[in-house]
């Protein structure tokens, strides 16, 4: 039998989750098992706890449907469970670095309690640690085990779960479980402290809790709060069956009252004043129906909303807790007021966002209105397919609405047109984001694309990376553009799971694959001989695909190549085919770069899946489409001559060179090596690619913009969407040239 059980119910907290179960596994006291509570054994949290379990074999997986909530979850633990005693952390919390020894050795300095509370950390998403939380246990707290009579500072229903040790047969003698709904940890921690025979206090921080940027459910509208007055019925009538002191009683009795009237004065938290009427009026009958023989009301403001709740005065309890808030509205309107006088201007965008939304409008973009591209592109023809009854319009800029294809109905960004979709239209989708004055209207419908499996650091993660953050503008614009987003798009459970941590929002992940990258499946042959004619690549040569990212610590295009030399040393029998950053389309350092036969400069070509296709290879440093071209399963060097600069002034998710898709070259020389020699198409290079193509081409199949259109456009559920076709059976587009082992 372990000595501990870490319970851990995973489910939405994939991009926590390794750094919560590294917590635990790593513990120097090793005398413990983890079980890890799965919803779905085919969803992301599950892959993630398979690996892991991979590595340890003291992770135990036990299953409890979604719908079971919490409570099940962590019921199914418990009853999985094998050790002497029972901790349970939520999913993105993490058990601080010793923890388990010390709690060991308090348990045995106090002689085995029932239960053992330590202190935790609450961790907010941004600003980080916020320091030790139940200061008030510690205060005249006796030194050893004791019954709950002896510590007037217990119980405490503010004491979550995670914040204590139990043990499992003093659970098992009374019967213990996590009950039903929200608000559980409330009962939880009355009903165990008042059957404990022994408690004892540790005021050691062991825990590290996450405060989420979208927040406790407990605290966010709707009727779910319903709950709470559930819970101070059970509360009370299960204490009352204990027969404990009255003083115990009186404390269990005023703690939940006094989270009973945080609600009722707290309008927001309850939609409609019906709801907020229904509710003071049950929490009255409770209130009368529960208050303890003798129980003294306190004094001041707080005694008087006692009085009000007792009496079922609604109308003066709102009246009362109503003043302030009125003051600030009128503060408010006024400054709205004077806001609006500031604005009215010829803009015809408001008088836009007063017609109705347009049920069946689609708008798509792609960077900024650089033309029809990327993941929107793709969407955007599969829904002229799939769902004809929605009308479609790609937003571009005036200097590239040229090139956009004829039967594509395209709007100028700035134009009174892009104005009025703008305003009405029911579904939007974009691979960066709209501007600032884009409202999103209640009912609407955004889809965030991106453009990339993330390598560097994204978002909220840039803010030790001063440059780069600088480039991204600020944090707080950039989260109110994040709150816009109902669907994210993610191409693997990599980016599933940082764009979870780099973008925290309230979105749905749509884990189906990149739409743009479905031409690597669906191209044929003849296909891919069309598009090289079209980019000028001389027959029978192999078009090696050079393409180079953008660095933070420079403002303009150089490439880290000698590319006259290089091209040089390769040889007749190779053609190269340069991509610089979208950043630098059309600037001046590229103008003047060498065009010959072994050299085209493909930066301004329209589709990158193209310019993938057309190369039997690729050189790529830190670019994002070294995972996109890895579906293709073709030859793929890493030139990272400067990979330490990039990592320091970037930052970055992994070490791309100590698990690449190929060969790597630190310099020059080495990399015209790696060619010469044919390393770059060798079974090292191959094996190297087989496993980065199982890390990051998951969902690439060919299917990813017909899922999106299903679940999107036309609201099939999540389950009903085609199945992931395994990477082993999924037959990617042919190179054209023919590429040998020399």
């Known amino acids: 039998m372990p000595r501990f059980s870490v319970v851990v119910p995973t489910h939405d907290a994939p991009g926590r989750l390794p750094d919560c179960l590294d917590s635990i596994s790593g513990q120097a006291f090793a005398d413990v098992e983890l079980i890890a509570v799965v919803s779905s054994p085919e969803g992301l949290c599950a892959s993630i706890v398979a690996a892991h379990a991979d590595r340890d074999p003291r992770i135990k997986v036990v299953h409890s449907p979604a719908g079971d909530g919490l409570p099940g979850a962590r019921n199914a633990g418990i009853a999985g469970a094998?050790?002497?005693?029972?901790?349970?952390?939520?999913?993105?919390?993490?058990?601080?670095?010793?923890?388990?020894?010390?709690?060991?050795?308090?348990?045995?300095?106090?002689?085995?309690?029932?239960?053992?509370?330590f202190d935790h950390e609450r961790v907010h998403w941004f600003n980080g640690g916020m320091g030790a939380t139940l200061g008030r246990l510690w205060q005249d707290a006796p030194t050893g085990a004791f019954p709950v009579e002896q510590h007037p500072a217990l119980p405490d229903v503010r004491v979550p779960a995670w914040s204590g040790v139990y043990r499992r047969d003093f659970l098992d003698r009374h019967e213990l479980a996590f009950v039903p709904g929200m608000f559980t940890d409330t009962v939880w921690s009355v009903l165990t402290t008042l059957q404990a025979e022994r408690i004892a206090l540790l005021d050691r921080i062991c825990v590290r809790h996450l405060l989420r940027r979208q927040g406790s459910r407990n605290h966010l509208p709707g009727?779910?709060?319903?709950?709470?007055?559930?819970?101070?019925?059970?509360?009370?009538?299960?204490?009352?069956?204990?027969?404990?002191?009255?003083?115990?009683?009186?404390?269990?009795?005023?703690?939940?009252?006094?989270?009973?009237?945080?609600?009722?004065?707290?309008?927001?938290?309850l939609p409609g004043t019906a709801a907020r009427r229904q509710y003071f009026r049950r929490a009255t009958r409770l209130y009368r129906q529960h208050r303890p023989a003798g129980y003294r009301r306190p004094g001041g403001s707080v005694g008087v909303q006692h009085t009000l709740l007792a009496s079922g005065s609604y109308a003066s309890f709102s009246a009362l807790r109503g003043t302030k808030r009125q003051l600030g509205r009128v503060a408010r309107s006024v400054g709205r007021c004077l806001r609006r006088l500031r604005k009215r201007s010829g803009n015809p965008y408001r008088a836009f966002l007063r017609r109705p939304v347009d049920e069946n409008l689609a708008v798509f973009s792609s960077y900024w209105g650089r033309g029809y591209t990327c993941n929107p592109a793709a969407i955007h023809a599969a829904a002229r397919r799939l769902a004809p009854h929605i009308k479609t319009v790609f937003l571009v800029t005036e200097a590239h609405a040229e090139q956009m294809p004829d039967d594509v109905e395209s709007v100028v960004i700035g134009s009174a047109r892009y104005w009025e979709v703008m305003a009405t239209a029911k579904y939007t989708f974009n691979n960066v984001n709209f501007e600032m004055s884009v409202k999103k209207r209640p009912d609407t419908v955004h889809v965030q694309t991106q453009h990339g499996t993330p390598l560097k650091r994204m978002g909220v993660d840039l803010v030790e990376y001063p440059a780069a953050a600088a480039a991204v503008g600020p944090l707080g614009k950039l989260l109110q553009r994040v709150d816009r987003w109902d669907f994210n798009i993610s191409s693997n459970h990599h980016s599933t799971e940082v764009w979870e941590r780099a973008y925290p929002g309230a979105y749905e992940s749509l884990d189906v694959g990149?739409?743009?990258?479905?031409?690597?499946?669906?191209?044929?042959?003849?296909?891919v001989a069309a598009i090289r004619r079209r980019l000028g690549v001389p027959e029978g040569r192999v078009a090696v695909l050079y393409a180079p990212t953008h660095r933070d610590y420079r403002t303009d295009f150089l490439p880290q190549l000698d590319l006259v030399a290089f091209c040089r040393a390769l040889g007749d029998e190779f053609v190269v085919l340069l991509r610089a950053h979208h950043s630098y389309e059309g600037s001046a350092g590229l103008e003047g770069m060498l065009r010959s036969g072994a050299l085209i400069d493909v930066t301004a070509h329209r589709s990158p899946e193209e310019v993938c296709l057309a190369a039997d290879a690729l050189i790529t440093d830190y670019s994002s489409v070294m995972f996109d071209y890895a579906n293709l399963d073709r030859p793929v060097v890493v030139h990272a001559d400067d990979w330490d600069i990039y990592r320091e002034t970037r930052g970055v998710y992994f070490d791309l060179l100590a698990t690449p898709p190929g060969p790597v070259a630190r310099t020059q020389d080495e990399l015209t090596r790696i060619f010469r020699s044919g390393e770059w198409q060798g079974e090292t290079a191959a094996r190297l690619r087989d496993a980065f193509r199982q890390r990051f081409c998951e969902f690439d199949d060919g299917l990813a913009a017909e899922r999106v259109v299903r679940r999107v456009l036309l609201g099939e559920p999540a389950e009903a969407l085609p199945p992931v076709v395994p990477l082993r059976e999924r037959v990617p587009a042919p190179a054209a040239a023919r590429v040998l082992h020399r």
């Open 514 to 527: 990149y739409p743009r990258n479905d031409a690597f499946y669906t191209s044929t042959v003849e296909d």
């Open 223 to 269: 009727l779910h709060h319903m709950d709470l007055l559930d819970q101070f019925d059970l509360v009370m009538r299960r204490t009352a069956e204990l027969k404990p002191d009255p003083a115990v009683l009186d404390r269990v009795f005023h703690q939940l009252v006094s989270g009973v009237l945080k609600t009722a004065a707290s309008p927001r938290r």
């Open 82 to 117: 094998q050790g002497e005693y029972l901790l349970f952390l939520d999913g993105d919390d993490t058990l601080v670095p010793g923890a388990l020894g010390i709690l060991d050795a308090r348990l045995a300095e106090s002689g085995e309690p029932d239960l053992l509370l």
